[in-house]
């Protein structure tokens, strides 16, 4: 019994920030993203092991991580970091770590929450900031799930 095909794989998406990091999952059959946490950390270290127990206990065999590149595609001081925490969780958790550019993925999920307030769902100004995270990264996965957003070739 070999590996899933790879779009049967259980896949958490990761949208890493200094201070919130935004998490989203694939279901089993790997076609549908859903938000699943925003952890609050004052370093991005310490979310590295509720996430390693969250890759555990739902069997998560991808990550994809989100990269903030500069609007010239070049790669800036965020996204070297955002890459290096990246590949350590990965060789920590044994997972494939995909990475995917994240540049539209916030301004898409501040759209979404708005459209969602219009109508009429009452929300915070701090529920909304909470909820952000992890509906970025459900939108960048979601689109790498549909194929409408490629895997960034190694970089460096």
Known sequence: MGLP????????????????IGLAMSDEGGRFATPV??????????AVPTILALILKE???RLVVGLPLNMDDSIGPSARSTMAW???????????????????SSFAAEQDLNDRKRGGEKMTRKQKKGKLDALAAQGFLQA?????????????
């Open 5 to 20: 095909p790879a779009d049967h794989m259980r896949t958490l998406a990761i949208d890493f920030g200094t201070r919130r």
């Open 37 to 46: 946490d925003v952890l609050h950390v004052s370093s991005p270290d310490q």
């Open 59 to 61: 069997g998560v065999e």
């Open 86 to 104: 990246a590949r350590n969780l990965a060789i920590e958790s044994a997972t494939i770590l995909i990475f995917v550019d994240e540049r539209l």
């Open 144 to 156: 790498f799930l549909d194929g409408k957003l490629g895997a960034i070739e190694e970089l460096e």
